[in-house]
Every structure is written in C-alpha cells, then in structure tokens.
C-alpha cells in the first residue's frame, strides 16, 4: 500500500518562493501544489513541472573529470569521487591563490531572481570573500542594477516594494508580472478590483500591458525621452507635490554655477557649517542656509524651488547659483510633449494623459525591471524615473512604494570578511558607481582571462551558471572559458558553460535541499515571514545541495572557520541568531512563522526629541534631484536622453543597413536559459521565435511561421515569425537562453555558437555599454530580419507553434 505525505514547502525555482505543498510518496516526489494558506500562495508551470525537473533523465550523476582538451567538442567525462574531485579542486584553487593571489579566481552565480539559486548565493558570496576573491561575477548590470542600486542614488535605497494593495494608479515599466512574478500579478489584478488604476509601459502589448487602463507603448531605447518630457509636465503645470519637492528633496538647494557642486554654508562665511546648504528664501527674498538634519518646522525659512540668483561668497568672488530643481527644468525643457511623441512614437494627447494619471490618480506606487535595464543610458533612464516619482511625494506613504521592515540577520555573505580586496575588484575603477560596487561582469572577466587586464584571471569556480549564453559575445565568452587554467562548474544539467570546466559536480534541485529564509519580501504580508525548508525528498544520484557542495569545499580550503566546519545547521541558526526565533521552532512550524515587525510610513520624517530627522541616506540626506555624487565622479548630475544605436545620427550606416530594432522579453516557463528540455515546459513554448507586426512583415515579405534570419552588424541566428498586433512596427522581439534539446518530445537543441542556432547573445555584443552601470543594449539593438528557406532549418514545422494565441 503506498504512503502519501503532504510537506509544507516553498518553491525556490525563482525568488518569488510561492509556499508550495509538496506530495511525496514512498520516498518519490510526484506533485507540488500551492499552499493557499501561505501568504505568498501563488503558482506557476515551473513548480508544478518539479516531478519532471526532479527526475529527468539528463541531470548530473556523479562527480566528473575532463580527460579531453577544452577544444574538443567532447570533454571525455569520466566519474570520479567526490573527495577526489573536492580536494582536487581545492589543490588546483590554492595553487592559483598562492601563484597570482586570491582576485586570480573568480566565481559565478546565476541571477537569483531567475533560477533556484536565491537560498545559497550569499554563501557562495561568502565562499569568495573568505578564499579573498572580490570577483563574484554577477547579472545585474543586466538584470536590476537601476531598480535595486541605481535608485539609491536618488532614493538612499534601493527601489522599495510598491503597496499596490492602497495604490490608486500603478505603474509598471518595463517589465510583465504577469509571466514574470505570479505573486505580483496576483496583487495587481486583485487591487484592480478594487478600483486600482493600472498603468504599463513597454513595447509589447504584454499579458500584463493586455489588462492595463493605459498602455504606453514606448520605442525600445527612448524611455528617458519618455521621463524628460514627464518632468517637464510636472515642473511646467506644477503638477508635484509642493511640500515634499520643498522640504525632502534637494530641489531648493543653490548649485554653484562655477564648480556645479552645492554651495553650502562655510561658502558664504568661512565659520559656516560644512553641513548647512544654502537656499533661497522667497519670503525674505535673501539667501539662508538650512541643516538637512533637523525636520523642516525647525527651518524658519521657505525656501524657493525654482531659483537663479548671484550668490556674494566669503571668498569675495560672486558666483551664479541655481536651484536643483531650476537646473531639473533647464534640463527638460526641451522635451516638449511634441518633440517626445516625435522620439518615442507615443501620441502627444496620450502623454499628457500619463501624466494627469501619474499626477492625480491617489496613491502612486511602481515597479520596473529589465525593460529599461539594457540599454547604453540605463543609470540615468532609471536615475529620471526616481525623480519623477520624488515630484509626487508619494515615497514611503501608504500605498505608494514602501520600506517594509525585515526581520534581522546575521552576515551572511562575509563582504567584512573580504576588506581591502574588494578594491581590487574587477572593473570597479572604470565604472566606481556602477555593477562593479558588487560584483563583477561576465565581458570584464574576459578581458581579463584573455588579455590580462587588469590583471590574469587563471580560474573559475561557477554554481549554476550558463555564462556564455546569458550574457552578449558569446563567443569571446567560448574563448576564454577555454583559456583558464582551471574551471569547477557545480550544476544539476551539463549546460554550454560548465562543457568548457575541468571538474563537473551534480548539484541537488531545490526539492532535495535544505534551506532558509527570513523574509519573503514582495508585499506587506511576507516582508516578515520566515520558513524552513526541509528536503522534501533525499539527494538523487550522488548530487548534493549547492549550499552543501559550497561548505564542502571551503572546508577543503581550509575555510572551515567560515563555515562552522561544514555544519549547515550551525550556519542556519547563526542566519537567525539576530530575530530570537530557534531553529527548531521554524522546523516545528513547517509552513512558517510571521516575525513580529513594526512598520511605519515616512520614515524620513519621524522626528526625535532633538528635532533631528533621518532624512535619507543619500549626501544631502534629501531625494537627490541633483546629484553631486555622479559630478564627483564625472557623470552628468542630470538625467539625459541618449539615442539607442538603432536611431543614432552617428551611427547612420548600421541604421541604414540594420533598420529594425531588436528588443527580448521572458517566457513564463522558462527561466533565462533553463527548463527547455523539460516536456511539460516544453510543449507550451516549442520554439525560438520572433515577434513582428503584420505591417513590417509585409515590407519583407515574411509569413506567419516562416524561418527568418535575424541579423545584427554582429552576426545572426535563425527563429521562427511570429505576426502580431501586440507589438510595434520595426520592432522585433525574441528571447535569450535557447540551447537545450528536448528529446522525449523530439525537439532539437541549438547550437548556441552556431549561426544555425538561436542564442540571442551570439548578435550582441559588449563593445558600445552603459558608462557608469556597464549595462549591455539587449532591449535595444539595431537589427535586421530576412526570410530563408524552411528546409535549411532544424527548428521544425511552422504548424507546431506560433498561433496568435501562442505563449509570449
């Protein structure tokens, strides 16, 4: 008689973590389900296709060791041990350590967000700030740098959760939650029916852009255009919020003309305080200086937003100063509404409309996301969203976007361990404000594996990642992997990436794992929820959970004291030492346990005994309109609008040749270059294809289904067409992450090398990026798309996919 045990669980495959319950029987895994009692109770494909994932046929066995050169299409796998493979690998990485220093080695992760890997990344974090490597190789300066970064250098935080359950108008851009975060879709459609007013924008009509109020469909690239001419509406029809652009933003504050540095009050007396800033007060119609510590009642002033003045200074000299926001205004008053739409191709009535709703709707909360990630102008796109949202005041209030509080932990990712050797981190004196403040990037670590700048990287320690397909030249990326002297990949799946490594190890699925955490993050109900997750079922195979394969290692290292010798318990109740709570409560608690958290709106504002605020942790402690930090570092302190390459005047002949322009969107089953030889996933999305409007489908003569060549000045891969409506003329939309075959459905893989194949990061390159976050233009590159003959393609029949209510 079989046993079937019902485990309360949540789902690791993305870093939403819906609770799950997992259904296992006689030792075998045979369903997830949702936890409808979790308050993080969404599902998805992905997790109910876990059996399929779990079981699959193509998953890593056994430890494995290269016996073929890295130029061989077959690495010549033989088993080996896991002691021999672990102390192998820990002879080889101190070798390196003791020959070229720590920084020699880097390490890989995938993106959190995207794969199973957002319960043990801080420990591989820790892994490579004990062993003394600051070279984490990372995603995000394609994958949220601006969301969760760059908005600090407005905000003092990063972008904080939106309260989409008492927004009036929410506003996504660049992103679809409805394949991309089922919880956040679920919150959406649900204040929806309350009266919610949902705003998108984003080139493609998406799932999410579908059940939008207003659709904003904007040309891939132009979005700060889009944002400059937002502003100038705000600032012209004085549509902001008066108090908290005067008080809680550095608006007022007087830039000095000469330096473009803030004058502040030792500039006009030499015993003035170094930490006063000087306005204009339009009451007294005189200049005076304000202490950003104390809250605003304590001022005695009234200071002016728009403001030009010249400023008599201690040392004699008299300067033209301007305000932050008068310099905001100088800045866009260009973008007329006119001009915008002639930009962006938005209609000039629909962008005085965004603007009324983003004005005047209630409570404004947003998200964003990759949309306006990939780009050459990424910092300061997202750097004139944040200061569209200072305008409306809407920052930390009900219903706007919130800084929930966390319960506390312990230091997991040891960057205090690292010290001084984060200085030599990769990249970081070239983009000092960018993706390097964290971690390095994929094309810098090529630079430095093949051309030794600016110093040899010999080694790579990689858990989970497909470097050289999720990230643009590929085939650099092909050549250096070939070139270290060492490589350990850690994976469930023998993906393109870990083909190249001289130590291959089997890593468990989430399901086979333990794990932790200590905030669900997402939404008010489970920014404060903890859970434990036990292994639902034990390894298969000889795999082994990442986070245990990391502590192994460092063990062998002789990192143990990192470690706590291995320990994975010990580790777990250090993480939750700081909140009180037990590890044997949460074990006792399956489904998890809420922690006890006061949350408070306008946090910036809560004023102490003294009078002093915390304001925010930005230089000037208000919302940085201007930002002298990006001066300091020889960055415009404004934002500005920089055409993509696809419309650049300077880049006519590449126009001329590639006119149409080349944008990616997400599938809901997959995630990045996962899941596509898994049936149940699948079946749904067969094929690589490409997205075009019938209109420019028409011009080049191509039918739905029909193969096509899509081409960049870089080289070209082969999709499928797919006509559509939900898409602008001369756009074109496709996906990254194609290599994997599906053999129980017969379905080929592709070549990711190959220009038979369908790898998008084979056509982009990171030869032209963002300067300051180092993001790489994949959401807008010039392209071009021919029609070729179906018998020279190994992408199938054109009746297996592509009908127009096809997944997109």
Known sequence: MSNVTEIRSYCAQCAVKCGV???????????????RD?????????????????????????PLHRTNPKTSSNPGWVPISWDEALSEAARRMLQLKEESGPESIAFSRPA??????????????????????????TTSHICQWGRDSGSAYTYGVGLPTPHFERSGVMLIWGCNPAVSDARMWNRIKENQRRGGKLVVVDPR???????????????????????????????????????????????????????????????????????????????????????????????????????????????????LAKTGLQLAWERVEPFTVEHVSEITSVAPEKIRTFAQYLATGGPLAYYTYNGIEQHINTAQTNRALCILYSLTGWFDVEGGNVRFTQPPGGDI?????????????????????????????????????????????????????????????????????????????ADMFENPSARFADILLPASTCWESPALTTSFGGDPSTHSYMQYRAPAIAPLH?????????????????????????????????????????????????????????????????EGEDGKVPGFSTPTRKMEIYSEEFLHYGYDPLPFYEAPLWLNPQNSRVTKEFPLVLTSAKLSQYVHSQGRGIPMLRRKAPEPFAEIHPDTARSLEILNGNVIRLSTPTASIRVRAKITDKILPGVIATQTGWWEACEELSLPGQDPFSEQ??????????????????????????????????????????NTVLREDAPV
């Not at 997790?47 to 079981?55: L, R």
């Not at 820790?126 to 490597?133: E, K, N, T, V």
């Not at 032209?768 to 993001?775: F, L, Q, V």
């Open 413 to 489: 990712d040891g960057r205090g361990i690292l010290g001084t050797q984060a200085e030599k981190r990769i990249g970081r004196e070239v983009r000092p404000l960018g993706a390097p403040r964290t971690g390095a990037q994929a094309y810098t670590v090529y630079d430095a594996i093949l051309e030794g700048r600016p110093y040899r990287v010999r080694g790579l320690v990689t858990f989970g990642a497909n470097i050289i397909v999720q990230n643009g030249d590929t085939r650099r990326g092909q050549e250096a992997l070939r070139k270290l002297d060492f490589h350990l990949h």
């Open 205 to 319: 009509k998406t799932e999410t852009a579908a059940r939008a109020d207003q659709w904003i469909a904007v040309k891939p690239g132009t979005d700060s255009a889009l944002l400059l001419g937002l502003i100038r509406i705000f600032i012209e029809q004085e549509l902001y919020n008066p108090q908290f652009v005067q008080f809680w933003t550095n608006g007022p504050f007087l830039v000095n003309m000469h330096t473009g540095q803030f004058l502040k009050a030792r500039d006009l007396e030499s015993s003035g305080s170094e930490k006063q800033y000087v306005v204009w007060d339009g009451v007294q119609s005189r200049v005076a200086t304000v202490d950003p510590e104390l809250h605003p009642r304590h001022w005695g002033v009234e200071p002016t937003l728009r403001a030009h003045h010249e400023i008599n200074l201690a040392s004699g000299e008299r300067v």
């Open 112 to 137: 959190p967000g995207g794969s199973a890997a957002t319960d043990w990344v801080p420990w591989l974090v820790r892994l490579a700030s004990a062993f003394g490597s600051p070279n984490v190789i």
């Open 38 to 62: 979790h308050p993080c109770n969404a599902f998805c494909i992905k997790g109910e296709a876990a059996p399929e994932i779990v079981y699959n046929a193509g998953r890593l066995k056994t």
């Open 542 to 606: 000889e795999s082994r959970p990442d986070m245990q394969i990391i502590f192994d290692l460092a063990v062998k290292l002789g990192l143990g004291k990192h470690f706590w010798d291995g320990d994975l318990e010990k580790a777990f109740r250090y993480k939750l030492a700081p909140t009180g709570i037990t590890l044997e409560q949460l074990q006792a608690k399956t489904g998890g346990i809420w922690f006890p958290t006061a949350n408070q709106f306008k946090k910036h504002a809560a």
């Open 757 to 798: 194949g369908s790898n998008l990061c084979l056509v982009v390159t990171n030869d032209i990026i963002d300067p300051i976050s180092g993001s790489v233009p994949t959401k807008a590159y010039p392209c071009m798309v021919t029609r070729i003959q179906d018998e020279d393609s190994p992408l199938g029949t054109p």
């Open 21 to 35: 319950i997992v259904h296992v029987e006689d030792g075998k895994l045979i369903a997830v389900r949702p936890d």
